[in-house]
């Protein structure tokens, strides 16, 4: 007997979904759910929102926008973070007040579940290489660290991994630097 196929879950369909405070998203087809994230989660996403929201103050690059809808095909719709593009990209990356291309910075920022970290540091890694995100920086709030990876030839790389004590830089943020005590201080 052959397996049944299910049919496959488009951006289209996220509108369907209830309003109920949960995050849905679809990567390559499949349907991902997850709560509201938590206070920790949120606290860092404010201090890294704000880290860069100042940097862009002294230096107006690009933009830094938190949970946008990021539509990257029929079948891959995803709310990061945070995302950040230059003012140069910004008029090929959106459409109708969306972002439908790569950005060249997405923030993501793990939660609690091993269905959670998975999809951050598998699918959506997976993904944003696809698609041609620059860097791909992945917070971890309880163990106070962030993972930096660029794109390369064979995707996301890890180009760095701090801890508190480490500064975060990019080359896509010239002068920019953050110490991770600013993200995860108590």
Known sequence: MA??????MTVE???GMPEDGNRYEVIEGELF???APGLPHQIASGRFHYQIMSYLERNS???IVATPGLVLSRYNGVIPDL????HKH???????????AAPDIVIEILSPGRENISRDRIAKR??????????????????RSVEIYRLTDKGLELAAM?????????PLLPGFSCPLSKIYET
């Open 3 to 8: 397996a049944r196929i299910e049919p496959l």
């Open 13 to 15: 369909d996220l509108d």
């Open 33 to 35: 759910v997850s709560r």
């Open 61 to 63: 690059i690009g933009t």
């Open 83 to 86: 995302v950040f593009y230059t």
């Open 90 to 100: 910004a008029e090929e990356i959106i459409a109708n007040d969306r972002l439908i």
């Open 126 to 143: 997976q993904l944003y290489a696809k698609y041609g995100v620059k860097e791909y920086w992945i917070a971890d709030s309880e163990n």
């Open 162 to 170: 701090l801890r508190l004590g480490d500064e975060i830089t990019s």
